[in-house]
Nanobody
Framework: QVQLEESGGGLVQAGGSLRLSCAASGRSLGSIAMGWFRQAPGKEREFVAAISKSGSTTAYADSVKGRFTISRDNAGNTVYLQMNTLKSEDTAVYYC???????????????????WGQGTQVTASS
């Protein structure tokens, strides 16, 4: 079992920055791949960024490439999402996901994830 807790959301002006954190607790955390997804009102939850269990491989949605960066700490227990040059269309609830992984690749599909956090609101006002 893995428990996830997100933090760092808030209200920021368009063009500003925020950093989200996702703290994981549970067993065998060195074997979990993690990712960030977001869901805007009336829309499906969509992929944002993902990182492999080792932290060596990352993946990004085209809409955030060059603006967002995903990383994890050396212990592998916390994943971060640095969001720069925020746009109004980035406004959504951001969710952290995790799954146990036997591969060295990140996962970009929502249904591949087993565990989810409660979400944190990000609002970029124009």
């Amino acid at each position: 079992q893995v428990q996830l807790e997100e933090s760092g959301g808030g209200l920021v002006q368009a063009g500003g920055s925020l950093r989200l954190s996702c703290a994981a607790s549970g067993r065998s955390l060195g074997s979990i791949a993690m990712g960030w997804f977001r869901q805007a009102p009336g829309k499906e939850r969509e992929f944002v960024a993902a990182i492999s269990k080792s932290g060596s491989t990352t993946a990004y949605a085209d809409s955030v490439k060059g603006r967002f960066t995903i990383s994890r700490d050396n212990a592998g227990n916390t994943v971060y999402l640095q969001m720069n040059t925020l746009k109004s269309e980035d406004t959504a609830v951001y969710y952290c996901g995790a799954r146990y992984s036997s591969s060295f690749y990140p996962y970009t599909v929502k249904d591949d994830y087993t565990y989810w956090g409660q979400g944190t609101q990000v609002t970029a006002s124009s």
